[in-house]
């Protein structure tokens, strides 16, 4: 069974920091693609950043230059560096997994965990 545990979400203030981590099930093998989408109230998820296992990223517009991703294949954990915060990215953020291999078998399907609370406000 995968599982991915989101950690490091909170309040913080504008301009202030926070660093999600994801870590996935320790009997996967490898992931393809992990990275992190946000939902706001009442508006549809959306993609903030994405990296592939070869270091390939796809990062928001309204992201960049503010947010980091990084991964650790070793560990399957991924992880979002979030600097100069602002209060339009408050949001549910949920870590994803596309394309997992346990044990010598490769599933294609997509993985969510549970989401962690961002608040960015004064």
């Known amino acids: 069974q995968v599982r991915l545990a989101e950690s490091g979400g909170g309040l913080v203030q504008p301009g202030g920091s926070l660093r999600l981590s994801c870590a996935a099930s320790r009997s996967i093998v490898s992931i393809n693609t992990m990275g992190w989408y946000r939902q706001a109230p009442g508006k549809e998820r959306e993609l903030v950043a994405i990296m592939s296992r070869v270091g390939s990223t796809n990062i928001a517009d309204s992201v960049k230059g503010r947010f980091t991703i990084s991964r650790d294949n070793a560990e399957n954990t991924v992880y979002l560096q979030m600097n100069s915060l602002k209060p339009e990215d408050t949001a549910v953020y949920f870590c994803?997994?596309?394309?997992?291999?346990?044990?010598?078998?490769?599933?294609?399907?997509?993985?969510w965990g549970q989401g962690t609370q961002v608040t960015v406000s004064s």
């Open positions: 994803n997994a596309v394309g997992i291999t346990t044990s010598g078998v490769f599933d294609a399907g997509e993985y």
